[in-house]
């Protein structure tokens, strides 16, 4: 397996916002996809998770999550959840890069061997994606979510 450099959490992260940023105008309210969460909600974890990990990476706790939260303003338009996400990125980009070959975080992952947080971010992605905001078809998205291609 190839390492995992801070220019994959920034690609993951961009591919991200280059999806979703033309559909900031919709409605994030709905489902994100499978989830429970909103599409918003989903945004703001994608932001939170990614900072939360920076913070695994370069404090190295050995036993569990560092005690911090990301909070991302409820009344927050979209555009500015994605704006907190590709910050939250460059920060965990900065913290892979700089970590050195053998650091571990708890809990017991890799940074710069484990293709983790970039394909994560890309789950995420799909979820809000396929809530109904970008391409019709039924492989996108469930059926049920067919009235929101209308908009």
Known sequence: MTGMTG???RAAA???TRVL???ADRDWTVRAGDLEWSCWTT???VAHDLLGYAGQVTGRPDREYLP????VRPNAPVADVLAVVAASAGLLAAAVDTA???TRAWPCCTPTTSPGASSWAGTHRRSCASACWTGCSPTHRPATRSRCCSG
């Open 68 to 71: 911090f939260d990301l909070r």
């Open 7 to 9: 220019a994959d959490v």
């Open 14 to 16: 961009g591919e991200m």
């Open 43 to 45: 945004a703001a974890h």
């Open 100 to 102: 050195a070959p053998d």
């Open 21 to 23: 940023r033309p559909v």
